[in-house]
């Protein structure tokens, strides 16, 4: 990308742009810059309303050199839709959801991975691994197989079943992790100098989180640029929230946005809360969750999040908070959707749960205007049996033990 | 919908709009017809290109009195993406898939129960039963859920567990039947009038055909209204396919297409194929399909398509041609799609496989400009073992006297 620049979020330091580079010294993740009246000025010579229904629509937005040649499967630009019973239940202004379950993948993580993929493509690169709660494994399978790289994904043991035959049936090598994300991130982080590996693990790289960035840009232009008050998104390891973030400060930098920025509220699931624990507790910064998690299998068990420092701080700047709502109330929410014919992903689900739940509290008010993430399909949540044969590990060693005989450890290939 | 018009497509019988109108009497089905020159002069005013990124876009081609108040959940404007490697490996100038698995509820049959579902609220009818192969029950399931209708769903014993699930989920009642998709229409047909229900099989009322043939409109508008040379579509009950065709002919009558209309290709799975068997038999009218079905529980398998005769005649009309492919052929495009980062559904797969099957025969050439459609998401058909509270029932009779008891056949309420 020609003039743009890195900027650590979490001390400031600048540097000129380089796809190489993830996290800043000081353990910050950096953020793209981009020469934003230049965007501008191509925005009003090409209006997006004339653009290509995908979230390369936003190219003068995403880091990639040649979007011409980006490696897409039609990601982006998923309907919003009102849910006119609710409005009127809850006394809202407004009640949308985005439904990112529709794109390909049937989760958000599409478009995290359309710009990671097409980056790493750009550089050359031909392996890449990815630590997951499900989602971000099927979605890196889809695109490596499409830009025809190789991909590897370690999943927690009880990662949904159907997500991790999707992640095998697009070709990724696979693999089953004794433990929770972050140990399978370290398998990645201690095998990549000898396997090869990029790690486009959440904060490791600047694709995925330019990628999920453009969530906040339909958002906005789907709203014709008005802003709601109140914008509800499920954490996990909180790079969608950040991506969001980051593309609305961006719009309001490039004088675009009518009104403030919504409250930007965080949900997690009892069980597993590091982000709600440490919002409440008032203190400064993010300290690695302690406590055993509990909660589900979903992409908001994430107990110790890369970037919890930033997400506090938006939570924070933003007027917004964090809540946890449990199993009950989110089979609560998922069945309020269904009956809506919406399809309710636990993660869509727990952020419906916790509307009604901040509706009672009266941190959201009547006849406010609410955005909702679903982010991602519902049924790639059913309980499947896998098969026996997909291997387990705890660590890189067993890894590394195990690839000697590679045929019995790559069950699709 | 005022100034429009119903006409047979099998004898011609012309009769003004009536919403409540099916079939004609010499059992042809009713085509919609529309004031196109006001149409033409309504998309002049307002530029297709500047409109809402859903099927309702096309809101003046579709027989809905009230488009603003129409039940929507998204559907439509789905991705079309192209295939280079196997544009390549097939020396085809262009090939795109278009990507309706991304609509709500993750298949095509989304399209047509928006329309349906919006066109029966507007006439005040509060009950509605389909028999279906799976897609079409989870569709008319998410539709009757957000329109407020009671919906019920008949499917054959091996539908896919995932899409009686899913149909449940939306709160429809849902029953197995012993038997095959006519067998299930049977059941409709034969307690209607006892139980209030509308009938919104294939080619029993207006709005599902006008919905499928936004497939139509959406392939032309996305390639800039020039044909392609084929279009391959996997054929059930065929109204995908009459929807598609349909929408091109309107097109065309209003002078918005470049080029002649591509030849239209039916794909069926070996083991049930009425418009294969048919079409290469020569003869001028469809018989019932008289042998045992052995193919797959997917969309495909309706041995006796309402509007079989109209399914020949386009094929023929357009120089296309019917193709079978087996299961081994399937599995092997299956893959061949996944490895392109594609979600394949068994009825897209067979499109693939189909493709394959006609450049080898010569009756797809070099150079051509191909379209495939993939109808639905892959994961919906992972055996997925259903409860076996479900009630199955063979005939209307044993419904009656089940429903006798309705707490246990209403597995879900």
Redesign the interface.
């Known amino acids: 990308m020609k003039d743009g620049w890195l900027v650590c979020s979490g001390c400031s330091y600048k540097i000129p742009y380089d796809a190489g580079i993830g996290q800043c010294t000081c353990g910050g993740i950096f953020f793209v810059g981009y020469d934003l009246e230049r965007v501008k000025a191509s925005w009003a010579a090409s209006p997006l309303?004339?653009r290509a229904?995908?979230m390369w629509r936003y190219h003068e937005l995403l880091p990639v050199e040649h979007p011409e040649e980006a490696v897409?499967?039609?990601?982006g630009?998923?309907?919003?839709?009102r849910i006119p019973d609710w409005e009127e239940k809850l006394s809202l202004n407004r009640l949308w959801v985005k439904?990112d379950e529709?794109?390909?993948?049937?989760s958000f993580k599409a478009r995290g991975f359309s710009v990671a993929v097409s980056l790493l493509k750009e550089r050359g690169i031909n392996k890449v691994a990815v630590p997951s709660n499900g989602n971000a494994a099927s979605a890196l399978?889809?695109?490596?197989?499409?830009g025809k790289l190789e991909a590897f994904v370690f999943v927690p043991m009880d990662c949904p079943g159907?997500i991790v035959?999707?992640s095998m049936?697009?070709?990724a090598k696979t693999y089953r992790v004794n433990g929770l994300i972050h140990d399978a991130g370290k398998i990645i982080e201690d095998g990549k100098s000898s396997e090869g590996w990029i790690n486009a693990g959440t904060a490791k790289e600047l694709g995925r989180l330019e990628g999920k960035k453009t969530m906040g840009l339909e958002l906005a232009e789907q709203l014709s640029f008005e802003m709601p008050d109140v914008l509800l998104y499920p954490t996990g390891g909180g790079s969608g929230l950040i991506g969001i973030w980051k593309a609305l400060c961006e719009l309001k930098e490039m004088g675009l946005l009518h009104g403030d920025l919504p409250r930007f509220v965080s949900v997690q699931e009892v069980g597993c809360t590091p982000v709600v624990d440490i919002f409440h507790s008032g203190a400064k910064d993010f300290v690695p969750y302690s406590e055993d998690t509990t909660s589900s299998p979903t992409g908001v068990r994430v107990p110790n999040p890369p970037a919890g420092g930033l997400i506090l701080s938006i939570l924070r700047k933003t007027g917004g908070t964090a809540v946890a709502v449990d199993q009950r109330e989110i089979r609560q929410a998922q069945n309020y959707m269904?009956?809506?014919?919406?399809?309710a992903s636990p993660e869509g689900a727990i952020v419906f749960a916790s509307l009604l739940r901040l509706r009672e509290t009266g941190d959201i008010r009547a006849g406010e205007r609410v955005v909702l993430y679903n982010t991602a399909?519902?049924?790639?949540y059913?309980e499947?049996p896998l098969p026996s044969s997909i291997p387990v590990i705890s660590n890189y060693r067993e890894y590394a033990a195990k690839i000697a005989n590679a045929q019995q450890i790559t069950p699709q290939e």
């Open positions: 309303r004339e229904s995908t897409t499967l039609g990601e630009w998923t309907p919003m839709i439904r529709q794109n390909p993948t049937g399978a889809a695109y490596a197989a499409r159907i035959e999707e049936r697009y070709g269904e009956h809506q014919g919406i399809s399909h519902a049924l790639k059913l499947w």
